[in-house]
């Protein structure tokens, strides 16, 4: 089993940055992919950006993803945020095969 916790959402306004976090336990060692989906109110969840590099357009330039391999924690730099980055953001992890999530994190950018 493993289990992700995001943290370090919040309140922005446009133009603003935020940092989010992501922190896996349990078996983490058989963990083979990480990254970031988002599901905005009233839309389904989409890919933001994975440790592998594939972004989703709208964040390409604006959105960065590193991480510690070794202790499987992750996170997602958010610079230029805009209004319509405003979601519930979900960190994952692959291993043997299965996806985990975590919690998730709101980010609420204003105008």
């Known amino acids: 089993q493993v289990q992700l916790v995001e943290s370090g959402g919040g309140s922005v306004q446009t133009g603003g940055s935020l940092r989010l976090s992501c922190a896996a336990s349990?078996?983490?060692?058989?963990?083979?992919?990480m990254g970031w989906y988002r599901q905005a109110l009233g839309k389904q969840r989409e890919l933001v950006g994975t440790?592998?590099?594939n972004f989703a357009d709208s964040v390409k330039g604006r959105f960065f993803v590193s991480g510690n391999n070794a202790e499987k924690t992750i996170y997602l730099q958010m610079n230029s945020l805009k209004p319509e980055d405003t979601a519930l953001y979900y960190c994952?992890?692959?291993?043997?095969?299965?996806?985990?999530w975590g919690q998730g994190t709101q980010v609420t950018v204003s105008s």
């Open positions: 349990g078996n983490i060692l058989r963990i083979n992919d």
């Open positions: 994952y992890g692959d291993s043997l095969g299965r996806r985990y």
């Open positions: 440790t592998t590099g």
